[in-house]
């Protein structure tokens, strides 16, 4: 028998979600219908007058050179973290969900580095790969002899900042993975030991297809991470520099409208790099979970 709940006032569940729905209103889509208004708009500085030139911001973005490589940088920039920590969460979710000692402990390390503000992880990774004293950086030079220079090479502090954003995120994706290993009944893995499967095989075989569900969500959610949660690192490390070979969209957004006061072009930037992420997330759920193996 199924029991049910019943309000005794009719208005008392509407009273309830009533904060929350103030909340989202006023921090979220109050923003982002202004920001679609003032896309339409060309302001002053100082947002005290403004003209409204319909699709003018749009054209201008569209046929700015910087703009274009700067979606070309962020594509490039998500599709590297995304990569790196997804996979490094799964080869170390795949080795810690083995038996070992103070297991528990172990785990509990490897999730702490997801607590780290990504402002400090781009300054810790700084201190570590700086041309002047960057520890690594001047191990680099002296036994590789390579000359490691983020500051004035565009490569190399692209590979800095991918680094430290998919640093942060690898935990995020540790936790999901192993939750998912340890979902997976340990009956299939056994009878597959016992048929003479390798490790390698079990895993490609077995676990890896049991995860699509999570890898899937995991892609989704990394994406979504790299275009916009990366601020704090660019930020504090490059400044979208060295010759704005590290400015992705999110970042160009705040130099273009606090920085530069085009609130017009801002908005409008705001209003594309939200669609690209919708229009992404809609591809992936259209042609990527397809590809998925739930069970039931």
């Given at each position: 028998?199924?029991?049910?709940?019943?309000?005794?006032?009719?208005?008392l569940?509407?009273?309830?979600?009533?904060?929350?729905?103030?909340?989202?209103?006023?921090?979220?889509?109050?923003?982002?219908?202004?920001?679609?208004?003032?896309?339409?708009?060309?302001?002053?500085?100082?947002?005290?007058?403004?003209?409204?030139?319909?699709?003018?911001?749009?054209?201008?973005?569209?046929?700015?050179?910087?703009?274009?490589?700067?979606?070309?940088?962020t594509?490039?920039?998500?599709?590297?973290?995304?990569?790196?920590?997804?996979?490094?969460?799964?080869?170390?979710?795949?080795?810690?969900?083995?038996?070992?000692?103070?297991k528990?402990?172990?785990?509990?390390?490897?999730?702490?580095?997801?607590?780290?503000?990504?402002?400090?992880?781009?300054?810790?990774?700084?201190?570590?790969?700086?041309?002047?004293?960057?520890?690594?950086?001047?191990g680099i030079?002296?036994w590789?002899g390579?000359?490691?220079?983020?500051?004035?090479?565009?490569?190399?502090?692209m590979?800095?900042?991918?680094?430290?954003?998919?640093w942060?995120?690898?935990?995020?994706?540790?936790?999901?993975?192993?939750?998912?290993?340890?979902?997976?009944?340990?009956?299939?893995?056994?009878?597959?030991?016992?048929?003479?499967?390798?490790?390698?095989?079990?895993?490609?075989?077995?676990?890896?297809?049991?995860?699509?569900?999570?890898?899937?969500?995991?892609?989704?959610?990394?994406?979504?991470y790299?275009?916009?949660?990366?601020?704090?690192?660019?930020?504090?490390?490059?400044?979208?520099g060295?010759?704005?070979?590290?400015?992705?969209?999110?970042?160009?957004?705040?130099?273009?409208?606090?920085?530069?006061?085009?609130?017009?072009?801002s908005?409008?930037?705001?209003?594309?790099?939200m669609?690209?992420?919708?229009?992404?997330?809609?591809?992936?759920?259209?042609?990527?979970?397809?590809?998925?193996?739930?069970?039931?």
């Amino acid at each position: 028998m199924i029991k049910r709940s019943f309000f005794k006032s009719s208005y008392l569940p509407y009273l309830l979600i009533l904060p929350q729905l103030i909340i989202t209103l006023t921090f979220f889509y109050w923003p982002a219908l202004q920001g679609l208004i003032q896309s339409f708009h060309l302001s002053d500085p100082f947002g005290m007058q403004s003209r409204f030139v319909w699709f003018y911001n749009y054209i201008e973005l569209f046929t700015d050179p910087l703009y274009l490589r700067s979606i070309f940088i962020t594509f490039t920039f998500s599709l590297m973290v995304a990569t790196v920590s997804i996979f490094l969460g799964l080869f170390i979710a795949t080795m810690a969900s083995r038996a070992l000692k103070a297991k528990a402990l172990v785990r509990t390390m490897l999730i702490w580095p997801y607590a780290v503000a990504p402002a400090i992880s781009g300054i810790m990774w700084l201190f570590l790969l700086h041309p002047s004293y960057g520890v690594v950086a001047l191990g680099i030079k002296r036994w590789l002899g390579v000359e490691w220079n983020p500051v004035l090479n565009g490569a190399d502090a692209m590979v800095m900042i991918t680094m430290a954003a998919a640093w942060k995120q690898i935990s995020y994706n540790f936790v999901f993975f192993l939750a998912g290993m340890q979902a997976i009944p340990k009956s299939l893995i056994e009878a597959a030991a016992i048929d003479g499967a390798s490790p390698f095989r079990r895993f490609w075989t077995i676990t890896f297809p049991l995860l699509s569900p999570t890898f899937f969500f995991l892609s989704v959610m990394n994406i979504i991470y790299s275009f916009f949660e990366t601020f704090g690192v660019i930020h504090t490390v490059t400044q979208g520099g060295p010759g704005g070979s590290t400015n992705i969209l999110v970042y160009k957004v705040y130099q273009d409208g606090f920085v530069g006061l085009n609130l017009g072009s801002s908005s409008a930037q705001s209003v594309v790099l939200m669609t690209l992420i919708i229009l992404i997330t809609f591809l992936q759920f259209r042609f990527v979970e397809k590809k998925v193996q739930y069970t039931g």
